[in-house]
Structures are given as structure tokens and as C-alpha cells.
């Protein structure tokens, strides 16, 4: 069974860093492209950034590009998200997705077919 679970977030303040963790099971982990999306309250879920753990490309969202980065580790079957330089407007619960690479790189984030429950950041003075 596919899984994936999120954890990592928080409450800190504006300027604080957070590190996200994707911790996957259930697939071949280097076949596979993770994302990361989130929703903020009474918004639409956005797709922010991905990596493809077939080639190490990675993508970002302009919102979160220079303050935020992917990588993996396929030891652990585990992907991160360091978020830096965090403001009010990256409040939102955060999710991981995952689709193979082949077919990730023509879709959209948020259209993987395999997430599961996210976390939640808070960033507030």
C-alpha cells in the first residue's frame, strides 16, 4: 500500500525556518516524483514545488523560490521541505504527493493521485 505522511509543522514566528518531512512507503521510491502542495484557509490547494527522485530535477513555486528547498533521501524513503525566511502568507496546511516521474513532469501538483494527511504551519508574530 502506497502511503504517505507528512509531519513537521508548527507554529513560529515571521523570519523562523521550519523543515518538512515526507516520510513515504509502499513504492519504489527512486520511480517516483514528490510534491509538495498546501492550503490556506479559503483558498484553493497550490502546488509549490516537487522533486523527481528519477532524475533530481526539482521545481518551485515563485511564491516560495529562494526561500524554500527540496531534497531526498533514499535511504530513508523520505523527502524534506526546508522552508526559510517563512511569512504570514505561507500559513496553510502543508501536504505530500507522489506520482511516477514519467507522468509528474505534465501535471500538475495538486493532480498526483496519491497523498495523504498534511501538516499544519502557522507563522504568526
Known amino acids: 500500500e502506497v502511503q504517505l505522511q507528512a509531519s513537521g509543522g508548527g507554529l513560529v514566528q515571521p523570519g523562523d525556518s521550519l523543515r518538512l518531512s515526507c516520510a513515504t512507503s509502499?513504492?519504489?521510491?527512486?520511480?517516483?516524483?514528490i510534491g509538495w502542495s498546501r492550503q490556506a484557509p479559503g483558498k484553493e490547494r497550490e502546488g509549490i514545488s516537487y522533486?523527481?527522485?528519477?532524475?533530481?530535477?526539482?521545481y518551485y513555486h515563485d511564491s516560495v523560490k529562494g526561500r524554500f528547498t527540496v531534497s531526498s533521501d533514499n535511504v530513508k524513503n523520505t523527502v524534506y521541505l526546508q522552508m526559510n525566511s517563512l511569512k504570514p502568507e505561507d500559513t496553510a496546511v502543508y501536504y505530500c504527493?507522489?506520482?511516477?516521474?514519467?507522468?509528474?513532469?505534465?501535471?500538475?501538483?495538486?493532480?498526483?493521485?496519491?497523498w495523504g494527511q498534511g501538516t499544519q504551519v502557522t507563522v504568526s508574530s
Open positions: 522533486i523527481s527522485n528519477n532524475d533530481g530535477s526539482t
Open positions: 504527493e507522489a506520482d511516477f516521474s514519467f507522468r509528474a513532469r505534465d501535471i500538475p501538483i495538486t493532480e498526483y493521485p496519491v
Open positions: 509502499g513504492f519504489t521510491f527512486d520511480d517516483y516524483t
